[in-house]
Nanobody
């Protein structure tokens, strides 16, 4: 079982930047990692993902602005968010999915608010 703890959320002005971190208990080198978000009244949506081999993918809405990365030695995945917009406001969740077994785990979420 993997436990995930997100950090780095907060209040930022439009155009600003934030870096989210997700620390995993135990080794997560066999897990694909992802960041999801859920705004009030909306369904949870995928933001970005990264495989154990480092292949990344992004939602169209964040391409060119967000960057996902991972440090397997530190069991941590990051989401660098630049040029933030008010519509990026949401609770951001980290997800770990075992690439063979398919087991999936979620963090508790971290609030990101983009407002002037």
């Amino acid at each position: 079982q993997v436990q995930l703890v997100e950090s780095g959320g907060g209040l930022v002005q439009p155009g600003g930047s934030l870096r989210l971190s997700c620390a995993a208990s135990g080794s997560f080198s066999s897990y694909a990692m992802g960041w999801f978000r859920q705004a009030p009244g909306k369904q949870r949506e995928v933001v970005a993902g990264i495989t154990s081999g480092g292949t990344t993918n992004y939602a169209d809405s964040v391409k060119g602005r967000f960057t996902i990365s991972r440090d397997n030695a530190k069991n941590t995945v990051f989401l660098q968010m630049n040029s933030l917009k008010p519509e990026d406001t949401a609770v951001y969740y980290c997800n770990a999915r075992h690439q063979i077994l398919g087991s999936s785990y979620w963090g508790q979420g971290t609030q990101v608010t983009v407002s002037s």
